[in-house]
């Protein structure tokens, strides 16, 4: 006989509790706690203990399994994933809502048009992606489309449908499954669904994309909860502003983490791109203020326009404005500048861009700005064939950076004939000294 109770559980963390409190205890977020019904029915292997168990095995006597790999098609995805789906995988892929989750998976799709593919659709209905694939083109042959969102279902069909390459779940959030009381998308629902997804695919060797979006408070429904469970959590960003979209990995059980595909939006989809530094170095003017700088994104160095202004502060309080840099880290650079280098930015305000609107988090980029904050302030340009990297401390010292070597050969790569980073100068002073 099922057993039901009644568990209070936290919808950003997953923290459960037998009562209800205002605030929850693990990830402090207020009302967040949901009722939820679970019904628990007695698991016969929990009290016994006559399992088989695993032999212990030499690790210098383990083979190395090697994955037949299958390639998404676009070079850019097979990046993140460390080349590929592999049998059984599940991947979350987690954006904001219009970030175009959906159209990269269409194009997924497309590519892999000699394979068979099950599409769940529990977010939008079966005609607006007709819609969606005639505007990119696509014939759609090979998909199957199934619009369902009972868990079961869908496990059923994975199962029923013989020869599956790939299964997509549009979005993990409509799942239900009615062994829980509780409204689809929340915690408790997702983490239920996920698992027993999860389960499916493991048994059945079939690779599982499954789309999560992203809250209010920028976490997907539990990411923190979701992570542990599936192999490969993708991050699809990129803001309403600009063209530009970065998939980045935050955990990849099958291949390398920290790595970053790039793409950009067109009508017809989202287009890799292959060589972002010359996109971000489009446009570029070759006035004071600005100054290039490489930057590490995963593996990859790309090269970025540093942009600075400087203007007399026109209220008593002088203004530090940054977009895609830290306001932070901005302010510590002014004051090693004012006290190391001799600038006077107590009159000035200050504001600081990144070209192209990317985000950049790096503390290698810390040179480049202050590099281009004095050279609007003296008003001289930066030789336009010259990039500057390396970390800056507060004494005034630059420090090394990783991978060196990496970011000059890129520079070198496209043109660029001087780099100012650790390896050649030794203080904020003297980097300014060459390059103004
Ligand atoms: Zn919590």
Redesign the pocket.
């Known amino acids: 006989m099922p057993k039901q109770k009644t568990l209070y559980i ?6 459960e509790t037998p009562q209800w409190v205002g605030q ?6 207020w009302n ?2 949901e009722e939820t019904v679970v019904t628990t029915q007695k698991s016969a292997i929990s009290s016994s203990r006559n399992v088989a168990t695993a032999k212990t095995v030499k690790l210098s006597e383990v083979q190395p399994s090697s994955f037949s790999r299958l390639s998404s098609g676009i070079g850019e995805f097979d990046r993140v994933l460390g080349g590929g789906f592999v049998p059984g995988q599940v991947i979350i892929i987690a954006g904001e809502p219009g970030v175009g989750k959906s159209t990269i998976l269409t194009q997924i799709s497309r590519q892999l048009s000699d394979k068979k593919i099950l599409y769940v659709c529990g977010e939008e209905s079966v005609s607006q992606i007709k819609l969606r694939a005639q505007r990119m083109g696509y014939e759609a042959d090979n998909l199957l489309m199934f619009a369902e969102t009972d868990v079961f279902a869908v496990t059923q069909a994975m199962q029923d449908n013989a020869g599956l390459d790939l299964v997509i779940i549009d979005s993990i959030q409509t799942l239900t499954t009615s062994e829980l009381n509780s409204a689809a998308g929340s915690i408790g629902q997702v983490r239920g669904c996920t698992q027993l997804v999860t389960n499916a695919a493991k048994r059945l060797g079939i690779p599982v994309i499954l789309v999560g979006h992203i809250t209010k408070q920028g976490a997907v429904a539990g990411p923190k909860v979701l992570e542990h469970i599936v192999d490969t959590v993708l991050y699809l960003e990129g803001d309403s502003q600009h063209l530009f979209r970065v998939l980045r990995t935050s955990k990849n059980r099958f291949g390398p983490v920290s790595e970053v595909g790039m793409f950009e939006m067109e009508e017809g989809g989202l287009r890799e791109v292959v060589n972002p530094s010359e996109l971000f170095l489009e446009n570029r003017q070759q006035t004071s203020g600005s100054c290039i700088t490489v930057v590490m994104e995963g593996y990859r160095p790309i090269l970025f326009e540093i942009q600075a202004l400087t203007t007399p502060t026109a209220f008593g309080y002088p203004r530090r404005t940054a977009s895609g840099f830290s306001v932070n880290r901005l302010q510590v650079l002014i004051a090693i500048l004012e006290k190391r280098c001799g600038l006077n930015l107590s009159n000035q305000d200050v504001y600081v861009s990144i070209a192209g609107g990317f985000k950049v988090a790096e503390y290698a980029a810390d040179l480049a700005v202050c590099c281009a904050i004095a050279s609007s302030l003296k008003d001289k340009p930066i030789d336009p064939k010259t990039v500057v990297y390396g970390e800056c401390g507060l004494s005034g010292e630059v420090r090394r950076v990783p991978h060196e070597e990496r970011r000059a050969q890129e520079a070198k790569k496209l043109g660029f004939t001087g780099v100012v980073s650790a390896s050649r100068i030794k203080s904020v002073s003297k980097a300014l000294a060459q390059v103004l």
């Not at 929850?24 to 977020?29: G, L, Q, T, V």
């Open positions: 936290c919808q950003q963390c997953g923290y929850c205890p693990d990830c402090k977020s967040s706690l």
